[in-house]
């Protein structure tokens, strides 16, 4: 594999710190080389983040450079649509539905876009979108904190990401606090069947 | 890391992945560093707290100093002992600090001593975006540049032996895209770093009057000759590509070099590399071999024309036919903002008139036309900030006419509106002094916004000099007893220090008193009216006052009430909502949000603060504040 770009947007708050490295520590337990990069500090106060996860032997820079992802990892609609420009007609882009409105919407009293709206957009760069209604499967597993596990999950489940589910669970395992861990890995679990069951009506 | 105690794990061979911040701290391990001092700021954080997380048990020495001039005192105070030693600051740290290292490198050290200096190409989390390595030139420190975390924790250790046989402290030079990435680290073997250090006097040494700093500052440019030998030597000065053509070649060095090689191989461009490592002094020999070698030298490296400018000057000597293409001529790269394989791609597409196989225009252009106004999505303060607390009684007191200096903290986020505060904001501090000249010129009373950990760091000598010239300011310290933004370190007012004991408080309102201002106050900025009339008061008066507004960071209460599970119970609108807005028009609250022309709570992001009932005009929201 010469190198393969996951772009993780979301908002300050939503755990795409730790979906980055969960994703980095999977690929060091399969040998592989790995470079992940992520903005603390004035970056995380509710505002919009990005976080970048490279995968390759020759790979070197931590950042994608523009049209580059082969996945789009979108905590939500709206960061999803700030990060298009990373993707391409190769993209994958899995979206969460879970909507946080940016306070801008609520000054103006403007409403947030819909989803099909949102997707319409997406389709302008790739065909290839999955939303998850992470909303409905964090209830499930029991915890509003857990839509980064979910998304992992159904990034796992799709056959582009060049990791073993194996190596995502033990990085998991190894990267949350025990006492979260049952929680987190029953959201990964949800997110990867759910994940599965819309592959296979697609087909 | 799921937990910094996996950094003491001896274990050499072993493959982490490791935050460049990480990797630094286990190198501190793997040199035998005995005493570590940082004051915290972006993006050098990491390497304190998880410091700080392990140090007990290390048996390493870690403290967070009041401000970086103090972490480097106290640090070569330390490594004149003897002892190795290590700071960690952000770029603007090395400021401050700066008075310190100047003449630290005339007296040198004896243990060894590295300066981590964290620069922040692209502002993301600073107020400018210096380029530090002319602090090397400017001191005669010598300075290595990590490209990544593994590079990171190995110079670190080599920059202890170069420190050690050169007595001089080394800087070394990182930047966001190194501290702030992770990357496979590979442990080495633990050292044991010395308990107890020496003190040897030689006054001619280390006692800086003028007579023994003329002879030292000959002593340090004989140091910096040894220091050229070594960077000649030096592994991290390496051709890291060798094509057989003799046209282009490629010099770069820090984040830059990892740009460099994927751009010159995206755009199938033949060139051989010369990847910096040590940076200063250059490798002038190395450099014009690598000058006579090929015949157009692309200098990549990010923010000024550091290497430029010097290996110009080594052209002009030994190879004056060479073409050299970078940023001081012809700008093929920028000399603002961060780089990218995309910018570099760009430079090198232009030098080499050959079209970059990424078309980043088309790209733009669709990106543009299909993602047009998105709303913004900057940082704000949290739900619960008692920041907004202040602010909207800051407002509502001094209004619209009032000129707010405002400092370094979260509390900078107050400019966004509906709150408004903040006309003037420079660097730690400065609030304090600018609010006196700002009063001074308008002839009316102004105020100074400053954080706890501001404060202490570099508010004191201001608000002395308030008192002493006796000066119209209101200094508002946002007393949140945490350092928030750089991630909840503690400072000199909460009692805690780097090893995590207890230690004496010291109190804002006593250094205050202490210092001679006679209006002082301390006051919850939840409790709207009583802080309103004291800030009235204050702006009354005819010489300085001080109020302090003290609520705990709401991310540490609700950390702390995770931790022993004490359920959040959010706030409700009632049916006597009228839906007149003022909540959402006064406060910016993240948790307040406005659909189908209805305001609504939101119950994940509500802290229950209560702060939008205080203000609610109908009575129309309702719940428990829970302090």
């Known amino acids: 594999m010469k190198e393969f770009n996951i772009v993780i947007a979301g908002v300050g708050g939503q755990g795409t710190l730790l979906a980055a490295e969960v994703l980095g520590t999977a690929a060091l337990k399969e040998g592989m080389n790995v470079r992940v990069s992520e903005i603390h500090g004035m970056a995380q106060r509710g505002g919009a983040v990005t976080s970048e996860v490279r995968l390759g032997d020759a790979v070197l820079s931590p950042t994608v450079p523009d049209g580059q992802a082969d996945i789009l990892l979108g905590f939500e609609p709206l960061e999803t649509l700030r990060n298009l420009r990373y993707a391409s007609e190769k993209t994958l882009v899995i979206v969460s539905d879970e909507r946080i409105p940016p306070t801008e919407l609520s000054a103006k009293n403007q409403p947030y876009p819909s989803i099909d709206e949102i997707i319409k957009k997406i389709h302008c760069f790739t065909k290839n979108a999955q939303v998850v209604d992470t909303r409905r499967l964090t209830e499930k597993a029991g915890s509003s904190l857990v839509q980064n596990t979910v998304l992992l999950g159904a990034l796992a489940a799709n056959g582009k990401l060049p990791l073993e589910k194996q190596s995502l669970v033990e990085a998991l395992r190894e990267l949350i606090p025990t006492r979260h861990v049952e929680t987190n890995v029953k959201a990964f679990e949800l997110g990867y069947d759910y994940a599965i069951n819309l592959n296979a009506k697609r087909l | ?627």
């Open chain 2, 1 to 627: 890391m799921p937990d910094p105690r996996l950094l003491l794990e001896e274990n050499p061979g072993k493959r982490m992945l490791l935050l460049g911040n990480e990797a630094i701290v286990r190198a501190i391990l793997e040199a035998g560093i005995s005493v570590v001092t940082t004051y915290p700021g972006t993006p050098a954080s990491e390497i304190g707290d998880s410091m700080s997380a392990i140090a007990k048990e290390a048996g390493v020495y870690m403290e967070y100093s009041t401000n970086e001039m103090v972490a480097v005192e106290v640090a070569a105070g330390a490594a004149n002992c003897g002892v190795r030693a290590l700071s960690a600051m952000k770029h603007v740290g090395l400021n401050v600090a700066a008075d310190m290292v100047m003449t630290l490198a005339y007296t040198g050290v004896r243990g060894g001593y590295v300066i981590v200096t964290a620069d922040d190409p692209e502002c993301f989390s600073s107020q400018n975006e210096q380029d530090n390595r002319f602090y090397a030139l400017l001191s005669s420190l010598p300075c290595m540049e990590p490209s990544n975390p593994q590079e990171a924790k190995d110079m670190v250790i080599s920059a202890v032996e170069i420190s050690e046989k050169l007595e001089l402290p080394v800087l070394l030079r990182t930047t966001t895209r190194v501290n702030h990435v992770r990357g496979p680290v590979t442990y080495g073997r633990l050292a044991k770093a010395t308990e107890k250090g020496k003190f040897t006097r030689e006054v001619a040494r280390l006692v800086m009057v003028p007579a023994y700093s003329r002879p030292a500052h000959t002593v340090l440019l004989k140091k910096l000759e040894k220091a050229a030998d070594i960077s000649e030597k030096s592994p991290y000065n390496v051709v890291t590509k060798k094509e057989r053509s003799s046209e282009y070649g490629v010099i770069s060095s820090g984040a830059a070099y990892n740009y460099a090689v994927e751009a010159a191989r995206l755009l199938g461009l033949k060139a051989s590399v010369l990847k910096l490592g040590m940076t200063h002094p250059l490798p002038k020999k190395k450099i014009a071999k690598f000058l006579k070698e090929n015949s157009k030298i692309i200098i990549v490296e990010e923010l000024e024309p550091y290497l430029e400018m010097q290996i110009k000057a080594i052209a002009k000597d030994h190879a004056p036919n060479v073409q050299i293409y970078g940023k001081t001529g012809k700008q093929y790269f920028p000399r603002d903002g961060e780089l990218s394989v995309k910018t570099v791609l760009m430079g090198l597409s232009s030098i080499a008139g050959k079209a970059s196989p990424i078309d980043f225009s088309k790209i733009a252009k669709k990106y543009s036309d299909m993602v047009k106004e998105l709303p913004r999505r900057p940082p704000i303060l949290c739900a619960g900030c008692p920041h907004r607390a202040s602010f909207y009684v800051i407002r509502r007191a001094g209004g619209d006419k009032t000129i707010y200096a405002t400092d370094i903290g979260c509390y900078a986020l107050g400019i966004a509106p509906p709150l408004k505060v903040g006309d003037l904001l420079v660097c730690m501090g400065a609030s304090i002094g600018a609010a006196q000249g700002i009063s001074k010129a308008l002839q009316e009373a102004a105020i100074a916004i400053i954080g706890d950990s501001t404060f202490f760091h570099a508010g004191i000598p201001g608000l002395i000099n308030a008192v002493y010239n006796n000066h119209k300011a209101v200094v508002i310290v946002l007393d949140n007893l945490t350092t928030a933004m750089t991630g909840h370190q503690p400072h000199p007012g909460t009692g805690v220090a780097g090893m995590r004991h207890q230690t004496e408080r010291v109190f804002i309102e006593k250094v205050a008193r202490g210092c001679g201002v006679e209006y002082v106050k301390v006051l919850d900025p939840f409790k709207i009216k009583k802080a309103e009339k004291a800030l009235r008061e204050a702006l009354q008066r005819n010489g300085p006052s001080v109020i302090v507004f003290r609520s705990p960071c709401t991310l540490m209460v609700a950390r702390e009430r995770r931790r022993k599970g004490i359920a959040i119970r959010p706030y409700r609108i009632t049916d006597a909502c009228k839906n007149c807005m003022a909540c959402v028009r006064t406060l910016g609250c993240p948790a307040l949000t406005v659909e189908d022309g209805k305001v609504h709570i939101s119950d994940i992001l509500c802290s229950a603060c209560g702060l939008c009932a205080s203000v609610c005009p109908y009575h129309a929201i309702e719940g428990e504040a829970s302090a």
